[in-house]
């Protein structure tokens, strides 16, 4: 199991959870800059996810061009179905920014001075 699943699979609800806005508020100062950082943490573990699951569905793969010979593979349903399960990545995203746990910089350089 990845280091991803292993970090998914770690007591996080797949259901959304209301969440105070002062408290994501306070970690940045500023509710939209907050925003930003989960969502890019949330594109980040999308392209991770996505990527592990191809590279498992790859080796099922069959590669012929025919219509006639597709067949279900019980173990890649099983894998799609594992993943289907996992929380939404902006559910990871957002307990892992509520945990500490994303690393994000300011850049201060203001562009419009």
């Not at 957002?94 to 500490?100: I, L």
């Amino acid at each position: 199991m990845s280091k991803l699943r292993r970090q998914i699979s770690a007591n996080i609800p797949s259901v959304v959870e209301t969440k105070s806005l002062v408290d994501i508020k306070g970690y940045t100062g500023n509710l939209y800059e907050s925003i930003a950082i989960i969502a890019k943490r949330a594109n980040q573990i999308n392209i991770a996810v996505r990527e592990e699951l191809h590279n498992k569905l790859e080796e099922f793969a069959s590669h012929t061009d025919s219509l006639e010979e597709v067949h279900e593979n019980k173990e890649q349903i099983e894998i799609s179905r594992a993943y289907e399960r996992m929380p939404n990545p902006a559910i990871l995203a957002t307990q892992e920014f509520m945990e500490n746990k994303v690393y994000y910089r300011k850049n201060d350089d203001d562009l419009f001075r």
